[in-house]
């Protein structure tokens, strides 16, 4: 024993103490970079519950209203709002429908909680009845057609009181078009979060069965991107943020933190990630089975994808996170 070289260098002296390892850490999750997704139902004889994202509902446009402000009071600053319309066809006319339920959600969130930052969806799935992101035409989803209605989307949305409006079609030059028509509408002053890396993920499986919302023909691949991918990812972000987005998004989050990391070191501006539906479940579904420890766990992966480069945080793990901090400071 005595023979064997002692260690020259021991990280472990700023291990120490709980102390030591704050002042040294290098990476913080603070409740104010995240945003809770929030479903808003149109038809309150839907059912709440969703089976497969345990505490996650489907929430009338009063009882959003009322969550906002209950997130407002626990520190989490922002909600994205999806909407599920009472009918859907084949054009998704409920999404810019200046009194779909997204817009009355918006109207009323910003009426009740001015403070709450309120970004919406942009995305007609939740609103066809064929459950594509756009308009199909011959069997395909028609790029431009679609962009046109995407754009009447958005600028609803800004017109009944929207912060940001989040794209999520994935349709070429969506983010252009939107960005002119908010303009030419008055609305320079409403953001764009563009979901500019959206991969084609079955880790949006349980938001599907939230919203009904799963195609019925057919996938995703012609328009959401490639998994397999790393330099198409900055690409498309580099188009977004040419095409004018202020917040460029990357999605899901944890099987791609590489795609972050890399984003982060490519481009200047303000980075976010979803943390999608199916990376809820997993971890709700482990922790209900006693398997891992909630808490812990949620921690864990959002620091992980601070870590790798995101600024702000989209996660259905948003309210569970602030009553955690809140409860440890109290
Ligand atoms: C709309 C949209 C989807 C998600 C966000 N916006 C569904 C999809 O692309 O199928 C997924 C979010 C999640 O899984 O939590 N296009």
């Known amino acids: 024993m005595a023979d064997l070289p002692r260690a020259l260098h021991r990280p472990r002296r700023l291990r120490r103490t709980a102390a030591l390892r704050a002042l040294v850490?290098?990476?913080?999750?603070?409740?104010d970079r995240l945003v809770q997704p929030l479903f808003v139902r149109e038809d309150p004889r839907t059912d709440a519950n969703i089976p497969?994202?345990?505490g996650i509902l489907r929430r009338t446009v009063e009882e959003a209203t009322a969550e906002a402000e209950d997130l407002a009071g626990l520190g989490v600053p922002a909600v994205i709002l999806f909407g599920l319309p009472a009918q859907k066809d084949s054009l998704g006319q409920g999404a810019y429908d200046e009194h779909g339920v997204v817009q009355e959600a918006i109207r009323a969130i910003k009426d009740a909680a001015p403070e709450v930052v309120v970004m919406s969806d942009v995305c007609l799935c939740e609103y066809t009845d064929h459950g594509h992101c756009g308009v199909v035409r011959g069997g395909r989803i028609d790029n431009d057609v679609s962009v046109e209605l995407l754009a009447k989307t958005a600028v609803s949305q800004a017109r009944a009181g929207a912060d940001l409006v989040a794209p999520s079609a994935m349709m070429d030059g969506q983010v252009a078009a939107i960005r002119a028509a908010l303009d030419r509408e008055g609305f320079e002053e409403t953001?764009?979060?563009?979901?500019?890396?959206?991969h084609a993920s079955a880790f949006y499986g349980p938001f599907r069965e939230a919203a009904g919302s799963a195609p019925r023909?057919?996938?995703?691949?012609?328009?959401?991107?490639?998994p397999a991918n790393l330099r198409e990812s900055l690409r498309e972000i580099a188009l977004d943020l040419e095409e004018g987005a202020d917040i460029v998004m990357i999605k899901p989050a944890l099987a791609y933190l590489d795609v972050i990391r890399a984003a982060r070191e490519r481009f200047d501006a303000p980075l976010a990630a979803y943390a999608v539906s199916g990376e809820y479940s997993l971890i709700k579904a482990a922790a209900e089975r006693g398997w891992i420890d909630e808490r812990a766990v949620v921690e864990e992966t959002l620091i992980a994808i601070r870590r790798a480069g995101a600024d702000l945080i989209l996660t259905y793990h948003a309210k569970d996170f602030a009553r955690w901090r809140r409860a440890s400071r109290a």
């Open 191 to 198: 953001g764009i979060l563009a979901y500019a890396a959206k």
């Open 25 to 31: 850490r290098e990476t913080s999750v603070e409740t």
């Open 217 to 226: 023909f057919g996938d995703r691949r012609s328009y959401q991107k490639d």
């Open 52 to 54: 497969s994202m345990p």
